[in-house]
T-cell receptor, first 111, second 114 residues
Framework: GEDVEQSLFLSVREGDSSVINCTYTDSSSTYLYWYKQEPGAGLQLLTY???NMDMKQDQRLTVLLNKKDKHLSLRIADTQTGDSAIYFC???WGDGQNFVFGPGTRLSVLP | KAGVTQTPRYLIKTRGQQVTLSCSPISGHRSVSWYQQTPGQGLQFLFEYFSETQRNKGNFPGRFSGRQFSNSRSEMNVSTLELGDSALYLC?????????????FGQGTRLTVV
């Protein structure tokens, strides 16, 4: 079945770049997503990428997709303390709004 | 435009009871999906409703059910609650089902079963 994997923890210094990695197994996925979850909150959609794209940039966020290796990454430039949160990679499968989520990467930003 | 609204935000129930959670999607959105989030299992898909019909279903027992009304609001029901049902329940809404790219999540309902 579908499976999404992520490393569980990442620590960076404020001002540095963060790179969060994700691998997925469903080669038929059409869209891949990054969501952010702050403590006690729901999921905030950060960005998504269509499977026929290699890269998408949105302000401080850059998404890279290597479809051959089924590898997705999220780069956050100039990481700030407000970026501390859990980041979920997700793939959408089937013909509806059903997402398969990774376990989430807890990003800690150190001053 | 108001976001996805889930009520209640917090709920405490006793084993064996049943519970109903509500989700009001963003105005104009017709697809509502439900997810369960637990520390052990992460985020798991429960089911999706579109135009009052359940279109997709995850691997949860029949104690978990849902429905969608003509105004796209959705409810999910869990009967005969177990301790393991304690979780954050999230719903997501999308403008329509197939082909649409974005799903927006509510703040969730935190259910505690004692």
């Amino acid at each position: 079945g579908e499976d999404v994997e992520q490393s569980l923890f990442l620590s960076v210094r404020e001002g540095d770049s963060s790179v969060i990695n994700c691998t997925y197994t469903d080669s038929s996925s059409t869209y891949l997503y990054w969501y952010k979850q702050e403590p006690g909150a729901g999921l905030q959609l950060l960005t998504y990428i269509f499977s026929n794209m290699d890269m998408k940039q949105d302000q401080r966020l850059t998404v890279l997709l290597n479809k051959k290796d089924k590898h997705l990454s999220l780069r956050i430039a100039d990481t700030q303390t407000g970026d501390s949160a859990i980041y979920f990679c997700a793939e959408r499968w089937g013909d509806g709004q059903n997402f398969v989520f990774g376990p989430g990467t807890r990003l800690s930003v150190l001053p | 435009k108001a976001g996805v609204t889930q009520t209640p935000r917090y709920l405490i129930k006793t084993r064996g009871q049943q519970v109903t959670l509500s989700c009001s999607p963003i105005s104009g959105h017709r697809s509502v999906s439900w997810y369960q989030q637990t520390p052990g299992q992460g985020l798991q898909f429960l089911f999706e409703y579109f135009s009052e019909t359940q279109r997709n279903k995850g691997n949860f027992p029949g104690r978990f059910s849902g429905r969608q009304f003509s105004n796209s609001r959705s409810e999910m029901n869990v009967s005969t609650l177990e301790l393991g049902d304690s979780a954050l329940y999230l719903c997501a809404s999308s403008p329509e089902g197939t082909g649409n790219t974005e799903a927006f999540f509510g703040q969730g309902t935190r259910l505690t079963v004692v």
